[in-house]
């Protein structure tokens, strides 16, 4: 494969091994945190909702930080393959035009018009949403505790630099200053948030129900990347505070999957689905956490980017199995890399440019989903590489 790299935790690779991949084996999809980067992953995310996991039934818990809880919620709308393309053209073709001799984009502006563009992206369609037969939505945000409690000018930056040197020296410390906040769609009939799919010992956490009064500030806020947007304050339905970007507390999402346990309607759900379609073996194959990403590594918070000894794997990955694309085909893109936030300056006003780089590199994603395919119809463990 050229485009596409498999890579796969010891218990999935066993699973692959002895069961291929089918969508009856997917637990829980993650969606990471990293801006532009997630374009190319537009493709996939279409074939994968749109063709790939409509041949099950089960429950999915969907998880998702900053951009990819915008896909995550979006693969939670009616006709996803549709929605999915609208999200890619509105990411592609959003700008924010620079004033003469402004040098910056404020981040009440960035703000505002993120605002507006999720307004008209969900307008009247959060029901879909929440409501989705077979989706469990889980946003997560990053809300902050004691200084940094209500956004300020002074308070937020030394916050900041407080969260950074506390978690240099321990991530689960850095709670101190920020705590992960999960806004989960509800269990039907039950008005109860639907049971997290990881366990969270490793970091201070809170779980909220999602609905329609806390939908699109709970979104936004975990996209509210800090000094870029504002937060997001005092969401209805959570605990009051500063909300941020999910990104902060879990870039990538490096979560306990198998610490989680699963509801046994779950569990009957699989088992039901095997003796139905006869799928020897199936009641054994674990269940799987298929991660959509645009590079192998699974970077606990953002705050460790620089800390390389915190983008080794763990057993909490022990489950999963990374969907990313090669590093040496990513050299052969516009700009030899992915879509990435240095675009907007590197581009400046000219949208027309960066429109025409990212669009390119997003049509050239559609190789990974056809060497996915051809991997499913024949899978071959040599191509599984080692999480």
């Known amino acids: 494969m050229k485009a596409l790299r498999i890579y796969a935790g010891p218990v999935a690779r066993a699973s692959l091994a002895a069961h291929g991949l089918q969508p009856q084996h997917v637990a829980t999809i993650p969606g990471a945190a990293g801006g532009p980067k997630g374009l190319i992953l537009g493709a996939m995310d279409r074939f994968l909702f749109g063709e790939w996991l409509p041949r099950s039934d089960q429950a999915v818990d969907l998880v998702g930080a900053s951009i990819g809880a915008w896909r995550m919620t979006t693969a939670c709308l009616n006709n996803p393959v549709t929605a999915f393309e609208r999200l890619e053209h509105d990411y592609i073709h959003q700008h924010y035009e620079l004033a003469p001799g402004q040098k910056r984009v404020t981040a009440d502006q960035v703000s505002e018009t993120f605002g507006r563009s999720l307004q008209s992206f969900y307008g009247g369609r959060i029901p879909e949403v929440l409501n989705h037969p077979r989706y469990r939505l889980h946003i997560v945000t990053s809300r902050g505790r004691h200084v940094l409690h209500t956004e300020h000018g002074l308070r937020t930056p030394l916050g900041y630099l407080g969260a950074f040197l506390t978690n240099t020296v321990r991530r689960k410390a850095m709670g101190a200053w920020l705590e992960r906040v999960v806004f989960s769609s509800t269990v039907a009939d039950e008005g109860r948030a639907a049971a997290l799919p990881f366990a969270t010992g490793d970091y201070r956490t809170r779980q909220v129900a999602l609905s329609e009064s806390n939908f699109n500030p709970a979104l936004q806020a975990s996209c509210s990347i800090p000094f870029v947007l504002r937060a997001i304050q005092d969401i209805p339905g959570a605990p009051k505070g500063a909300y941020w970007d999910g990104g902060i507390t879990d870039y990538h999402l490096h979560l306990n999957y198998p610490g989680a346990g699963h509801t046994q309607n779950t569990i009957n759900s699989g088992a039901a689905r095997a003796n139905s379609t006869g799928v020897s073996g199936q009641m054994d194959a674990p269940r799987l956490v298929l991660y959509p990403h645009f590079q192998k590594s699974v970077v606990p918070g953002w705050l460790d980017k620089g800390l390389k000894w915190r ?24 700009n030899s890399k992915l879509p990435d936030r240095t675009d907007f300056t590197h581009y400046g006003n000219d949208l027309d440019a960066r429109v025409k780089a990212w669009t390119a590199a997003t049509r050239a994603s559609q190789q990974m989903v056809d060497e996915f395919i051809a991997w499913l119809d024949k899978p071959d463990m040599n191509l599984v590489h080692p999480l």
């Not at 983008?311 to 516009?334: C, E, G, I, Q, Y």
């Open 311 to 334: 983008h080794r794997s763990s057993p909490f990955l022990d489950t999963m199995v990374v969907l990313a694309p090669n590093p040496d085909w990513v050299k052969t893109l516009p």
